[in-house]
């Protein structure tokens, strides 16, 4: 059975930084896709970053395009966001989501695992 379990979230002013951890357990880790989504209040499930089983391939939204970093712990079975030069603008729902699948979606119906979701707050 998969579990993600996200934490890491919190209150940060722009400019700071966070880092995201998404605790899993199951196939999906090791040999599909695991990616982190947001949902701003009254928005779509927006796609942030996507990696593959290796950790070898990466994609990232243009919105979060050389702030935000996605890996994975592979000892840890841990996935990570790291968010630098964090904005209002950054300010949602983040979710960590896995999939058995190897071809990486930016779309979340391209992932059958959900966690719970961590609340960012980035004050002005």
């Known amino acids: 059975q998969v579990q993600l379990v996200e934490s890491g979230g919190g209150l940060v002013q722009a400019g700071g930084s966070l880092r995201l951890s998404c605790a899993a357990s199951?196939?999906?880790?090791?040999?599909?896709?695991m990616a982190w989504f947001r949902q701003a209040p009254g928005k779509e499930r927006e796609f942030v970053a996507t990696?593959?089983?290796?950790?070898?391939?990466?994609l990232h939204a243009d919105s979060v395009k050389d702030r935000f970093t996605i890996s994975k712990d592979y000892h840890r079975d841990t996935l990570y966001l790291q968010m630098n030069s964090l904005k209002p603008e950054d300010t949602a729902v983040y979710y960590c989501?896995?999939?058995?699948?190897?071809?990486?979606?930016?779309?979340?119906?391209?992932?059958?695992?959900w966690g719970q979701g961590t609340q960012v707050t980035v004050s002005s």
């Open positions: 989501a896995a999939d058995p699948s190897r071809d990486c979606s930016d779309q979340s119906s391209g992932y059958k695992y």
């Open positions: 199951g196939r999906p880790f090791s040999t599909g896709c």
């Open positions: 990696v593959n089983w290796s950790g070898l391939s990466k």
